[in-house]
């Protein structure tokens, strides 16, 4: 999601209000943590969720149907470099969640600093309806994933990890308000955007680039058999249509020995490391900020 702009200044001493160029569309500048961003505070069950690197099974899933949209899909597939690295990709989506649902102040400025500067040349990402979406996608494969690989609590507080995830929109310039307010709002809206939903060219070869990356590392590619069919898996149905995928009785029994498979090794992963990831990557971004001073 954060990109390493190629000029500019923020460094570790970054401000929370953002400088935005004039003329860009998507209304003002927000502070990520305007939206009366909640805090855990001394709630460890709240901020272990929060922290839990699981809806990472989930990315794939989210930018498919972050990509579903006409709009969306047009701008990633002309500015974007998912053949190129596609781990790397996810990688900044994750750091930029971890900064603005777990991180301080300063580290939701610097993540939502840097989407800032990477999207400056991308048509429509101002749009705010089209930045709702994407950040919903994040919530509702959020959501998904704890569901299916393990995570029970996540239904007892997920009024509260939707409030928590509110600062992502607020960071890709969407006023507060027009987050939903609670789990049956999300819902509906949800279902209401689904509806609208088109699968593109332009989509299928983002698709192409995402899930068939010849130019990634070889631990991507040995991976990504797995990462397909997971992807594929979480789709609704209609959408998994559009895109073209196949998925009959076979594909539906793989997927379901990749959950099993998935669920079980979760089982056993201490919860010190299924929250590690967030703040590394995290620390990264602080450190891609002070080397390179970026965003003016």
Do not use: N
């Not at 502070?31 to 990315?59: I, K």
């Not at 631990?219 to 594929?232: E, G, I, K, Q, S």
């Amino acid at each position: 999601m954060w990109r390493r702009p190629a000029r500019g200044r923020v460094g570790p001493g970054v401000s929370a209000e953002r400088h935005v160029r004039p003329g860009r569309t998507g209304g003002t500048a927000h502070d990520p943590h305007r939206a009366s961003r909640p805090t855990a505070g001394r709630d460890r069950e709240l901020r272990d969720l929060l922290a839990d690197s699981t809806p990472v099974a989930a990315g794939g899933r989210a930018i498919l149907l972050q990509i579903a949209d006409p709009v969306v899909a047009a701008g990633v597939r002309r500015h974007s470099d998912f053949a190129r690295r596609p781990q790397q990709r996810l990688a900044h989506t994750l750091a930029f969640v971890s900064a603005v649902v777990s991180g301080t102040p300063a580290d939701a400025a610097l993540a939502a600093a840097f989407v800032d500067r990477a999207h400056v040349p991308v048509a429509g990402a101002d749009d705010v309806d089209r930045q709702l979406w994407v950040a919903a996608t994040l919530f509702d494969s959020a959501r998904l994933a704890h569901r299916r690989f393990g995570a029970e609590r996540f239904g007892d507080r997920a009024e509260e990890v939707l409030a928590a995830y509110a600062p992502i929109g607020t960071a890709l310039r969407v006023p507060p308000s027009r987050w939903p307010g609670s789990v049956a709002a999300f819902d509906r809206y949800w279902s209401e955007s689904l509806d609208r939903l088109t699968v593109t060219d332009d989509a299928r070869g983002v698709v192409r680039d995402l899930l068939h990356p010849r130019a990634a590392p070889w631990w991507v590619r040995v991976a990504m058999p797995l990462v397909r069919v997971v992807t594929v898996g979480m789709l609704p149905d209609r959408l998994r249509a559009e895109y073209g995928f196949a998925w009959g009785p076979r594909e539906r029994r793989r997927y379901e020995r990749a959950v099993r498979r998935l669920r079980a090794v979760r089982r056993v992963v201490p919860g010190v490391l299924l929250r590690l990831p967030g703040p590394l990557l995290v620390r990264a971004m602080r450190r891609a900020a002070g080397k390179h001073h970026t965003v003016r």
